[in-house]
């Protein structure tokens, strides 16, 4: 951390924190005290003293350089501390929202690219009938990707040809956007108002253009309107557990607050200066003082989106006045703590000052005994007088003991309890991280189950191989676009798979599935329901001849006319291992070259210790751990840390119980509880 940034805030920064600044002044009275001692042995002991006092003055002016460097470590601590919290919340602000933009791309690319869509902006005219049918394959579409406000399908004219939002009276577009996108090989990211969506304010819109498959030629356009506000709200409330006092917040590429937690404090439209480069600023808002830190996405999958920023503010006056862990133990932080060596140089350096003073007072205890001997009366005077101010000099040196000791043990207390600190929030984002993901996945199995040529060739009384050979050209499209997916399958009412999106897999085809999860699925008439394997072992999910545990989605196939009859279902296939150990890598902590910190590592498991997956080589998915019981014993959205000795290193050691998001794992259709654990060496 910038060291001369500190410097130039250290007067604002030392008075908000109350523990570093008793300090000073305890210090400084010292100090005091110690000129006094000093002048009193000038005045009472120089002619036999002398020697003795211009050694008290050295050790002195050794303990002033000692207590700035205590002071200066103090404030860089507690200020690297409250930094390094910070920018992890705003960072996961941004990299989060950025996840789940980049499912939204997928998301316009793919529905850009319906049969429905397609055939229906191929006929000019559009009956009130055919109208309602686009409308509510639409609408099937947002019930299971519900993080859209409002989707809207127009003509290339910019005339609106179905949309959702009933309230939403717009009949014709004008916004530049509709050239644009007709212009774009790809998707376009929007974000500000838009008559698309009138009266809503700045909207994110993803568009893309819609083209007949066969001919190339632009059809029309799909415009996804996103749940920004909503989006961010949930985004909000989960960090806000772990940022009091702080208000979260989201900028534009030139400042512009775009989406805040407090907006009585940051509303929509304030401008804040972007400094990426500063470790951290301090601004002043209606008389209350800040501590801030913006940072820039690191992007997912190579997506970026717009320029868009991080931003958190947290209050100054209680920034440093939170509990640093007074219920550790200082002494065994000390002896088994990797940074402890750092962080205790300090405490070396005041024991050479207390070495110092101890020599002072032998010294002088020997000195003043021999000159009450003396013939001199002078001498014999000062001696006497010595042995009071040596007993001055050693009350000092005890009380300086006294303030070092609880200093540096503060200090080892304060980076530890930072850690676990960290480490529970790690554990919390990955969970969450895992979540989001895996909501795409289950709407992903509902949304393919709806494709009509599924449905169309699922109702013959026989499959022949051109119907296969479409089923795999379908999903093998899917796949190549959504590849977090090993394989995704089709099979009928008896559980036989007919068609395989890997051609690797087409050896399946033919195989009846007699497993619970399609049994389950082929129960299935409503739409919006799926089915999840149990995380289990499976040749499905092989490789190199070696079967690997993994989640399978599934969702029934229904008939066109009659959704209660039960065509098929399709099941798709996670690519758990690289997946789920790319969620943890991506969040455990890094060392100054980029590496995964040593001894840090993380795992997600079930309540019975069953690993899904680990950073740990030698752990793999499917064995079982011993899990601690207070562990098994967290509730859905809890979490817990603590701080563990194992082979003479300490480790804070987290673990998160999964709460879903939005509706997944919420609306009691899919319960999987799943736990994260971090451990990290402190």
């Not at 004008?174 to 304010?201: K, Q």
């Not at 962080?343 to 032998?362: A, K």
Request: aromatic residues 8%; contains cysteine; hydrophobic residues 35%.
């Amino acid at each position: 951390m910038n060291s001369e940034l500190i410097e130039s805030h250290e007067n604002i920064l030392l008075k908000s924190m109350p523990d570093t600044s008793n300090c000073l002044k305890r210090l400084t009275r010292l100090d005091r005290q110690w000129t006094m001692a000093t002048m009193t042995g000038k005045i009472n002991c120089s002619r036999i003293a002398q020697t003795l006092i211009d050694f008290i003055i050295k050790t002195q002016d050794n303990f002033s350089d000692l207590k700035q460097t205590l002071i200066k470590i103090l404030i860089q601590e507690n200020t690297h501390k409250v930094v390094q919290e910070i920018s992890a919340v705003a960072q996961v602000v941004i990299d989060i929202l950025k996840r789940n933009l980049f499912e939204r791309t997928a998301d316009v690319g793919f529905l850009a690219t319906d049969e429905d869509l397609v055939c229906f902006l191929k006929e000019r005219e559009h009956s009130a009938y055919d109208v309602s049918g686009i409308v509510d394959r639409l609408q099937e579409y947002k019930a299971k990707y519900t993080v859209y406000n409002e989707i809207v399908v127009l003509d290339t004219g910019g005339n609106v040809c179905a949309h959702l939002d009933q309230d939403n009276k717009i009949i014709h577009s004008n916004d530049p956007l509709i050239a644009e996108t007709l212009e774009a090989e790809d998707y376009i990211e929007t974000y500000r108002e838009s008559d698309l969506a009138p009266d809503a304010g700045e909207v994110l819109i993803y568009s893309q253009a819609i083209k007949d498959p066969e001919t190339g030629q632009t059809l029309g356009i799909l415009c996804l309107i996103f749940d920004f506000a909503g989006e961010m709200e949930g985004i909000f409330e989960n960090l806000m557990v772990f940022s009091k006092d702080t208000v979260l917040i989201v900028l534009n590429e030139k400042g512009y607050a775009i989406s805040s937690s407090d907006t009585g404090i940051v509303p929509k439209g304030k401008r804040y200066s972007i400094k990426l480069d500063e470790d951290f600023q301090i601004i002043n808002i209606d008389g209350t003082a800040y501590i801030s830190k913006t940072v820039a996405t690191k992007g997912y999958q190579g997506f970026f989106g717009l320029p868009w920023y991080g931003h958190v503010l947290k209050k100054l006056d209680s920034a440093f006045s939170e509990s640093t862990g007074n219920s550790l133990d200082a002494d065994s932080i000390r002896e088994k703590a990797h940074f402890s060596s750092r962080l205790t140089h300090v405490e070396e350096s005041s024991e050479n000052v207390l070495s110092d003073l101890e020599l002072v007072v032998q010294n002088g205890e020997i000195m003043a005994a021999k000159k009450c001997i003396e013939p001199n009366q002078v001498e014999q005077m000062e001696g006497r007088a010595l042995p009071h101010i040596l007993n001055e000099i050693k009350k000092i040196g005890d009380q300086v003991q006294n303030v070092f000791q609880y200093s540096t043990d503060g200090l080892l207390k304060l980076v530890t309890s930072s850690r676990l600190h960290e480490t529970q929030f790690l554990a919390c984002l990955a969970i969450d991280i895992m979540d989001r993901n895996l909501y795409e996945r289950a709407n992903d199995c509902r949304w393919w189950a709806l494709t009509s040529d599924f449905k169309t060739i699922l109702a013959k009384e026989t499959v022949d191989n051109d119907d296969r050979e479409q089923m795999r050209k379908i999903l093998g499209y899917i796949n190549s676009l959504y590849t977090v997916y090993t394989n995704l399958f089709i099979y009928d009412r008896s559980g036989k798979i007919l068609a395989c999106s890997n051609s690797g897999e087409y050896d399946k085809e033919g195989r009846e599935l007699h497993t619970g999860f399609v049994t389950e699925t082929l129960r299935i008439t409503d739409s919006q329901l799926y089915c999840v394997s149990d995380f289990y072992k499976t040749d499905l999910y092989a490789k190199d001849g070696h079967d690997r545990s993994t989640y399978i989605y599934n969702a029934s196939i229904t008939d066109h006319e009659d959704s209660e009859r039960v065509l098929g279902g399709i099941g798709i296939v996670f690519d758990s291992e690289p997946e789920f150990n790319a969620m943890l890598n991506d969040v455990l902590p890094r060392d100054g070259q980029g590496e995964i910190a040593e001894g840090a590592e993380g795992m997600f498991v079930d309540p019975e210790g069953k690993i899904i997956s680990s950073t740990a080589p030698d752990r793999t998915p499917g064995e079982n751990i011993k899990l601690d019981a207070e562990f098994k014993q967290l509730k859905e959205g809890e979490s817990t840390v603590k701080l563990l000795e194992e082979e003479g290193f300490l480790y804070a050691v987290s673990c998160a119980h999964s709460a879903g998001y939005r509706e997944y794992k919420k609306d009691g259709s899919y319960k999987n509880d799943v736990l994260c654990i971090m451990r990290v060496r402190i």
